[in-house]
């Protein structure tokens, strides 16, 4: 039946179930999870002792909860217990099956867990988190060759369809077949051991920590945006937020060539962490004019290549006037809504629009940067929590503390 592990599981609220849940009466009293359908995965797992939002503390049982809630009729988010799921973890002969060392606490998993759901993809039912993770392999599939037992690794989150269009096209992050970690109704990795396919688990340099092999996924999309962006040596970029992909964002473009870029926010403790990295200029915007200060360092041409990283409805409106005529801006960042955008300026300035969604063949390139010692990432980890506090990392991170860039959970205490 496989061993006994533990993981985070997400569940949303009842009334967003009841609402829209097409499985069966078993599969939403979350006791019996064998009656939810089964979409074919990228990796496989079993999980026994799991962590859950449920609707409320789970103790008295899941399935009296539900009836509770619907009691009460109310909607309660951001709860979280542990609980049994059970998934099959076979290795088929071209995976290999990693014990987990480190988990990042990734913003989209805090969004579920607050929202219950990022856009049109919606949690309908229990879900697994986790999709930063970083581990060793214990056992390969009879086809492997690129990797041994003990091999040091990375695992790339999303594995799309090998025979689809887009994955012959190189864009197979935008394969509407992917499965992704932690996207509904996929689950994620934050358990003591995952099965993956070979050839989307990477082997960390000798020099390249767990820790930092955990933060190649929100690395990646930096170097998806650099890479979307036709950064030219020399320019000049402006970063909106500096939140964790912000400042992947901002270090993916200096090590692209550009010669310096404006990283803004209100927060100043991440703007203060920002700053530690040479190239990098903070600009705290409820302290000083952003425009201004992009015309100061530009000599009032305006950036090269103008990235929002924030998905924030206000930012995006603006960065039209940021940027240069022929410069670009790179939409990185996902708005909860549609948003306005100012067509008509980006038409007056024939600017370049470019939109960013995930990565594709980042992983190896990600790690040569980060194994070369050009880009550090170590200073963007704020804490590390031992996997029996993984509630509490959740918590902090949809507090949003200002000081907060990275939290991190130690997977070495999981049962594999």
Known sequence: MGAIVFSFVLVWNEFLIALMLTTSDACRRFGDDSARPRRPLGHSQRFDYSLIAAAAPVPRGAEQLLELRSEEGKQRKRVLSLRDIDLPTALGPDDVRIK??????????????????????????????????????????????????????????????????????????????????ATPPVHGCLTGSVVHPAAFTFKLPGNVTFEEGAMVEPFAVGMQAATRARIKPGDVAVVLGAGPIGIMVALAVLAGGCSKVLVSDVHQPKLDIASRYPGIIAVNITKRDLLDAVKGETSGWGADVVFDASGAAKAIEGSVSLACPSGAIVLVGIPVEPVAFNIPGAIGKELRIETVFRYANMYERALNLIGSGKVDLKPLISSTFDFERSIEAFERAAEGRPADVKLQIDMTKAAA
């Open 100 to 181: 987990l060392h480190t988990s990042g606490v990734c913003g989209s998993d805090v969004h579920y867990y607050t929202h219950g759901g990022i856009g049109s993809y919606i949690v309908r039912s229990p879900m697994v988190l986790g999709r930063e993770a970083s581990g060793t392999v214990t056992e390969i599939g009879a086809n492997v060759r690129s990797l041994a037992i003990g091999d040091r690794v990375c695992m790339e989150p999303g594995v799309p369809n090998f025979r689809s269009k887009a994955t012959r096209l190189g864009v197979y992050n935008v394969d509407p077949e992917v499965t992704f970690w």
